[in-house]
């Protein structure tokens, strides 16, 4: 499985972006999407996840500010971020896990907060 993200970029604090992560597989054979971030000199991070159902769950840090969702007609994933801070500056990657058990990173889009 392939996955492609895009829509990273510089935005001022208190700004929106939207990331997207296309697959090159139907959805239908993933049981759980997730968005991970990794600042620089941090830890790679689990920022949200949503699973076949649809049911999803946010770290503390981006609760009620970030919405992820999925277009399974379109295989993607994505990332609504709202209100966002410096400190969601970052490497925002997309994961899959499959029903085989296998396990699929994207290649990362870097965010950006400053003015």
């Known amino acids: 499985v392939q996955l492609v993200e895009s829509g990273g970029g510089l935005v001022q604090p208190g700004g929106s972006l939207r990331l997207s992560c296309t697959a090159s597989?139907?959805?239908?054979?993933?049981?759980?999407m997730a968005w991970y971030r990794q600042a620089p000199g941090k830890e790679r991070e689990r920022v949200a996840t949503?699973?076949?159902?649809?049911?999803?769950n946010y770290a503390a840090s981006v609760k009620d500010r970030f919405t992820i969702s999925r277009d399974n007609a379109k295989n993607t994933l994505y990332l609504q971020m709202n209100g966002l801070k410096p400190e969601d500056t970052a490497v925002y990657y997309c994961?899959?896990?499959?029903?085989?058990?296998?396990?699929?990173w994207g290649q990362g889009t870097q965010v950006t907060v400053s003015s």
């Open positions: 994961k899959c896990n499959t029903y085989d058990r296998s396990e699929y």
């Open positions: 597989r139907s959805f239908f054979s993933m049981y759980v």
């Open positions: 949503i699973d076949n159902p649809g049911t999803t």
